[in-house]
């Protein structure tokens, strides 16, 4: 039997196939992106199902068969967020742009903890939490110009430099409050347009920060 190993995983996204299995979508701290199948989770008794479910951060225990990985076990991890509209609003927003941005297997540790930190504040009131996240993910995965050339761009104020500096840094529990957030998200617009192959499915994604 292969050996499994356990990874910090977020569960970005999963897929019903079959009659009972589940296809998820992780990001995982050790592994970067991986896609995985569960057998059997969307069984009444399966002790699984509960816990492999979108924007859920947990333990996984990862198994490697001929037909691709399998999940073998799970425990969650960190408290359950509240589903709230408002919580999946911002979550499904700032996950598609995670999702279409970056590729599977590609440890990205630095963007694995300021998700897990953008999940656990969404539908928390935290202004523009949406826009400093992508910020975020555009500066980590080289996207984002340099601090100088976004001033220029974005004719950006004393206040919109320190929420660019902290976005950047992924402290979103102490974002300031941005004095023009039009232009950072009309910079932000442009760079996305610019790396999408195709519109993203999540309203108000761009246009919307």
Same mark, same amino acid.
């Given at each position: 039997?292969?050996?499994?190993?356990?990874? &910090?995983?977020?569960?970005?996204?999963?897929? &019903? %196939?079959?009659?009972? &299995?589940?296809?998820?979508? !992780?990001?995982?701290?050790? *592994?970067?992106? @991986?896609?995985?199948?569960?057998?059997?989770?969307?069984?009444?008794?399966?002790?699984?199902?509960g816990t492999l479910l979108p924007f859920q951060r947990a333990l996984v225990q990862l198994k490697e068969s001929r037909a691709g990985s399998i999940i073998a076990g799970v425990q969650s991890k960190g408290e359950r967020p509240v589903a709230t509209l408002s919580f999946f609003t911002e979550a499904q927003q700032g996950i598609e742009l995670l999702l279409i941005l970056t590729q599977a297997e590609e440890p990205l540790p630095?963007? $694995? &903890?300021?998700?897990?930190?953008?999940?656990?504040?969404?539908?928390?009131? @935290? +202004?523009?939490?949406? !826009? #400093?996240?992508?910020?975020?993910?555009?500066?980590?995965?080289? $996207? *984002? +110009?340099?601090?100088?050339?976004?001033?220029?761009?974005?004719? @950006?104020? %004393?206040?919109?430099?320190?929420?660019?500096? @902290? #976005?950047?840094?992924?402290?979103?529990?102490?974002? +300031?409050?941005?004095?023009?957030?039009?232009?950072?998200?009309? =910079?932000?617009?442009?760079?996305?347009?610019?790396? =999408?192959?195709? +519109?993203?499915?999540?309203?108000?994604?761009?246009?919307?920060?």
């Amino acid at each position: 039997m292969p050996h499994a190993r356990t990874v &910090d995983a977020l569960i970005l996204r999963t897929y &019903d %196939v079959g009659e009972a &299995d589940r296809y998820c979508v !992780l990001l995982t701290r050790e *592994l970067g992106r @991986v896609s995985a199948r569960a057998s059997g989770v969307r069984k009444l008794k399966s002790r699984m199902g509960g816990t492999l479910l979108p924007f859920q951060r947990a333990l996984v225990q990862l198994k490697e068969s001929r037909a691709g990985s399998i999940i073998a076990g799970v425990q969650s991890k960190g408290e359950r967020p509240v589903a709230t509209l408002s919580f999946f609003t911002e979550a499904q927003q700032g996950i598609e742009l995670l999702l279409i941005l970056t590729q599977a297997e590609e440890p990205l540790p630095k963007i $694995f &903890d300021a998700t897990c930190l953008f999940l656990m504040l969404c539908g928390k009131d @935290v +202004p523009h939490l949406v !826009l #400093a996240y992508t910020l975020h993910l555009l500066h980590h995965l080289g $996207f *984002l +110009p340099g601090t100088e050339e976004i001033e220029e761009m974005a004719n @950006v104020e %004393v206040a919109d430099h320190l929420f660019v500096h @902290v #976005a950047l840094q992924g402290d979103f529990r102490n974002l +300031p409050v941005p004095s023009s957030p039009e232009q950072l998200k009309a =910079l932000t617009n442009h760079i996305l347009r610019e790396q =999408l192959s195709s +519109p993203l499915r999540a309203a108000g994604v761009v246009g919307r920060m």
